[in-house]
């Protein structure tokens, strides 16, 4: 029963040509209400219909009206949408489940609470009632991850169809006052016409998104919203394995445990998010890879508590190599550190923790006046290895009792500028066998956006670090890929055998036209210092470089004959370390093109200039690489359509024998609005003339290389089956398998000689570094919700690894030993309820 006091919207005129604003005011008397708002009370409501299209003609009059009416009580606001259609049973409605994109028609309420036009949120609800939420940050940005607890109701009929959102006031953030303003935005997509109308327009040529919303005025709330979220959860869980010849392995254990979510408003711009025993056991496992690099793999973020709100923390310390950031989310609960010390021998077993447990964690997300606000701080417990060797079973320490805390805050101003600092800090308390780990590790930086004449920026940051530990802790990052302070022929590096601390810095300073219909560019320059390390709350792969780049691009969003948009780009970079080798250098071209059907094509050509690849040998002498020229393509069928298929291909070679092929193709089948198929494969062939094998030291060091075949084959499919907007089915599974061969060893002789021939001689190489692994990975969900913010999840996952290697790569064979050897099974069932106060 939904019982209030009801007040009532009227338009007003706006108060300027380029600013559209609704307001409200009182209604004369109180409504009572049963259920929802009555037909009658939304009659006596004045309808919005100028809307505008944002694609694919941008300006232009929409194609279909659309006309919506605003409410609000105590509680929530009440937003109606109506749709209307000329040919409604050409209405596109896909039933999937909650928040997954999918070509239908939609109708997206924007709500900019805190009115700063740089935050909001968005509710969207397609025909067939699958609801999507998010959180728009930085005017442009969005977060995918947020969940709100709201409800929505869509109906059809023969003018088209109309979606009534309830949304309560206790999902969003601002302070109650006699007459508050909101940002404001409604947006209708027409899923055959793959069309998008707005009210106001929101101009893709503009400079941002929410800085463009219309506003909301004369909401009088004088209480506050409902200040507090609960979600209990208990989990319960099946794990089965077979121990495979060690008998530290369970075949099998039962566990359960408890774990608590909570929200709490502690201003009404301000929220603590906390959450204690957390489990993700529904979130998809991460892909197989084969990584032959010096470098860490990056993986994406899935874990919903570290999504969500992601972006308040962002600080993104920009790096040529790859991404680069001062908080990286999954080192809270990474895989356990201090395994290097582990006994190891025929008769000995060991058995390690597959992740940190992570005890609990609290984040602070909000704003203050002008200022964003961000604060983090989790916990995670000390973990342990099991030892069994032939006179004892013990626990080592893997590690340590650590704790990570972040603070994050910005300064906005009226014409989307901004000012930010971070503070960053990883505490260890370290005991015996986890000494060999830095005790603790702090960073520090701030970061700018100025604007200019709307649509020019100068953007850049200045970060510094700082780690500190034991002298064995500090030499050990000294010398780890992101340094190598022990290279011989480092001539602005020395290592430090008896430090107890390592620091650097790093930055940034870039220039760009932002905005515009038809230009865009950027230039840009930055470093980071050889002693700037962020690995323990952040990520890295190297410091000890200097670099630069540049970007312009010519582009038109203008609808002609053929082409919907047109995409034209060119790209030069370069970077040298501090000894003034130039690592790399290159160009590019690439460009796309979205026709009136719908299809999408690109593609790009690079070439890549003879480099200097300090890294080369693991520490050791630098040398050269030769230059490469890489080609590519790419096509993209209509997603409208009951079959649409992505198509990928590239390669690429240099001048003495290195050649690479990737071949990716992916297909999705909508037999049924609630039923979708998505098959995907990819294939890459390479040969490298000299990747990297060992270090072979008898009475001198061999830096050893190996020609190398690699043939990788992975396939991807998904199924997702939709009962009810709320309950869904999600599986999900990828067998993978990467193959390479070694011949022709031979060693560096000469880094700094810029002919191949003299650079390497032959080797006699006594290993065999071949490898062949094979993988299977299979994650499945289901997922109800029960009640609004209450959900069930059953899952079943299934893990795979053989790493046999039999000779060469031999599809069917290697695709049948995946199954041969033994899985790790986990069954769990998670239970959450909402309870809000």
């Known amino acids: 029963m939904l019982t209030g006091l009801v007040f009532v919207l009227a338009v007003t005129a706006p108060p300027a040509p380029w600013v559209d604003a609704v307001d409200i005011t009182a209604a004369p008397a109180a409504v009572r209400l049963s259920g929802q708002v009555s037909d009658e009370v939304w009659q006596r409501i004045t309808a919005t219909d100028a809307f505008v299209q944002r694609e694919p003609q941008e300006g232009g009059a929409p194609s279909q009206r659309t006309e919506f009416r605003v409410a609000y009580d105590s509680a929530t606001l009440f937003v109606r949408v109506r749709a209307f259609d000329t040919e409604p049973a050409r209405i596109v409605s896909y039933l999937t489940r909650r928040d997954a994109e999918s070509p239908s028609d939609w109708i997206r309420i924007l709500i900019d609470s805190y ?103 004369g909401l009088a709330m004088s209480a506050s919203p409902k200040k507090l979220e609960i979600l209990p959860y208990s989990v319960a869980n099946l794990r089965r394995q077979r121990p495979e010849g060690n008998p530290l392995l369970e075949r099998s254990s039962v566990g359960s445990s408890f774990g608590l979510d ?5 201003t009404p711009g301000l929220t603590l998010t906390t959450t204690m025993n957390p489990d993700f056991g529904q979130v998809e496992a991460d892909p197989a890879v084969v990584n032959l690099s010096a470098f860490e793999t990056f993986f994406t973020e899935r874990r919903p508590f570290f999504v969500e709100g992601s972006g308040m923390f962002r600080f ?149 670090s700082r780690v500190r530990g034991d002298a064995e802790a500090i030499s050990s990052i000294e010398q780890n890929s992101r340094h190598y302070f022990q290279r011989p022929d480092a001539t602005s ?81 370069a970077a040298w370390n501090y000894d003034g080798n130039r690592l790399f250098g290159g160009q590019n071209v690439n460009g796309n093109v979205t026709f009136k059907n719908n299809w999408a094509t690109g593609g790009g050509y690079n070439w890549q200039q003879m480099g200097f690849d300090d890294r080369l040998t693991r520490g050791g002498p630098g040398g050269f690489t030769e230059g490469f020229t890489t080609i590519w393509s790419w096509l993209n069928s209509d997603t409208r359509r009951r079959v649409s298929a992505n198509v990928f291909n590239g390669g690429g070679r240099n001048g003495v024998g290195s050649w690479f092929r990737d071949h990716e193709v992916e297909a999705t089948y909508r037999p049924l609005a609630a039923f979708t198929v998505t098959s995907g494969l990819r294939v890459s062939r390479a040969v490298k003339a000299e990747q990297w ?102 899952v079943w996952q299934q893990a795979r690894e053989n790493d046999a290697v039999p000779g060469g790569f031999r599809f069917g064979r290697d695709m049948h030993d995946i199954f041969g050897i033994a899985p790790r099974n986990v069954f769990l069932v998670k239970l959450a309820y909402w309870i809000n106060y």
């Open 115 to 217: 009115h700063d036009k740089r935050s909001a949120y968005e509710f969207a609800v397609n025909p067939a009632g699958v609801k999507q939420d998010r959180y728009w940050f930085d005017d442009t940005n969005r977060d995918e991850g947020w969940d709100a607890v709201w409800d929505v109701k869509v109906s059809r009929d023969n003018s088209g169809w109309t979606a009534e959102f309830h949304i309560p006031f206790s999902q969003l953030r601002f302070s109650p006052a006699g007459s508050n303003i909101f940002g404001f935005a409604v947006s209708r997509q027409i899923g055959r016409l793959n069309e998008t109308s707005t009210w106001p327009l929101l101009a893709r040529s503009a400079t941002g998104y929410v800085s463009s919303f219309g506003e909301l005025g």
């Open 693 to 794: 094998v060992d270090r072979v030291t008898d009475v001198t060091d061999h830096y050893t290389f190996g020609h190398l075949n690699q043939t990788t084959v992975a396939l991807t499919e998904r199924v997702n089956v939709t009962m009810t907007p709320n309950l869904s089915l999600q599986l999900y599974a990828e067998p993978f398998v990467s193959a390479g061969d070694y011949a022709g060893f031979k060693e560096l002789a000469n880094g700094r000689s810029r002919d191949y021939g003299a650079r390497y001689v032959p080797f006699a190489y006594a290993g065999d570094p071949d490898f062949n692994v094979k993988s299977f990975r299979t994650t499945n969900v289901l997922r109800w919700e029960y009640k609004p913010g209450s959900t069930l999840f059953v």
């Open 493 to 573: 590096l020395a290592l430090h055998s008896t430090a107890t601390s390592l620091s650097g810095a790093s930055g940034r300073i870039g220039i760009g036209k932002i905005g515009g219909q038809r230009v865009r560019f950027n230039s840009q320059a930055g470093f980071e210092s050889p002693g700037f390390d962020l690995n323990d709350i952040g990520f890295l792969r190297r410091a000890d470089q200097k670099w630069m780049s540049n970007w312009f691009q010519v582009r038109s969003d203008v609808p002609n004959r053929v082409f919907r948009s047109r995409i034209f780009n060119v790209n030069q970079w």
């Open 262 to 266: 909570m929200k709490y408003a502690l």
């Open 316 to 464: 993104d310390s920009d790096c040529m190599d790859g991404p680069c950031q001062i908080f990286y989310s999954r080192r809270v609960g990474r895989t356990p550190e201090a395994t290097d010390g582990l006994p190891s021998g025929d008769d000995i077993y060991t058995e390690t923790p597959a992740q940190t447990t992570i005890l609990g964690a609290g984040k602070l997300t909000g704003r203050i006046g002008k200022f964003s606000i961000g604060a983090l701080h989790a916990v995670t417990e000390q973990e342990f290895a099991t030892v069994l060797d032939p006179a004892r079973t013990y626990q080592q320490s893997v590690e340590p009792l650590t704790t990570y805390s972040l603070g994050r805050v910005r300064r906005e101003f009226a014409n989307q500028s901004s000012v930010g600092f971070i503070v960053t800090a990883t505490h260890r308390h370290l005991t015996g066998s986890t000494l060999l780990l830095p005790a603790g590790a702090y960073t520090g930086g701030a970061d700018w956006d100025v604007r200019f004449k709307s649509r020019y920026s100068v953007t850049g940051f200045v970060a510094a």
